[in-house]
């Protein structure tokens, strides 16, 4: 098995395919077979951020203080969860990035990986200021010990592990990639909406603003993953069946019903996101999901986001700024009067 050249001079530097085909090995920018990855790259390099940026002082009163019992568990619970997804897409991000051809797309994957494992980091942020030791178990053991939770995450990795024990298959990568779709568009995307809703009511700003940094990284991916996903389909036409995209729908579909079924177990006892409008937003999610990738959105009804506060306190508006401004405050304090620059 040969995953990729390091260098060819024989052959050109556009590569020919994304996976399985040829390229020099040279990353000339300005020779690619897809522009828009150039487009992608620059967008998310200009989006690097790290975890301190954000304060949570007041986070960290109001989760002692202002959250209930039930807001805390879910807290705790969800950063958990986020956090073992992000695990797995560093990793999957890396695979994938090592069998691909094209130098762009490899770039493209790789960078995604790295911000991924940020990712992983702020969550670590988010619990090491705010739990303690009792609650930090409770966050992170709970993909290992809630079976509605591993039951949900299970039809999803054992795609990706059956990807990566077999990583040569075309077929194995398409069914792959599709639950890593699931993973990040709306899986991940979907449990935003507890920190937003927090937001609503005026608490835990801090943290939401750190999803929302999160988030914004997520889109970039979704938007990255859906166009990798019609280049496999466009490069690999066998790969582009009617058989494929019926089981890829009704695959998409389980999984929405099972983030459902474990949304009502998670958010059952939590007043500022009610369960109807949490499916709604999840149906919606799928439906861009969906749409980026080439595939018939399966939700008509949710087309339009129905929730427009998901919006409002889910974009992340205001973020840098703050941090730019805090920034220069500070800077000023240090540098005290008179310092010329
Ligand atoms: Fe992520
Ligand atoms: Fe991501």
Redesign the pocket.
Known sequence: MQPFRVFNGKVNNKATKVFKGEASGICDWDDIKYPSMLTLNRAMFSNYWIEDEIRLNEDLKQYRHALSEDERYVYNVSTGMLTQL?SV?NRFNFLLGYYCTDPSVAANIQL?GA??GL?ARSYQYLTATMLDSNEKKQAFNAPKEIPLLVERNQSIFERIQTYVDDPDSLDKMYDALLAYLVL?GIY?TGTFAYFHSLARSNRMIGSNNMINLIKT??TQ??VFYGELMQILMLENPELNTQERLERSLAFIKACVEKEKTWAEFLFKDIETLSLDEYKDYVEYLTNLVCRNSGMPEPYPDNQELKSKWILTYGSKQGTKADFFQTNVINYSHESGDGFDL
């Open positions: 992000d897409a995604i911000f991924e990712h990040e991940f990284d997520e991916h979704s």
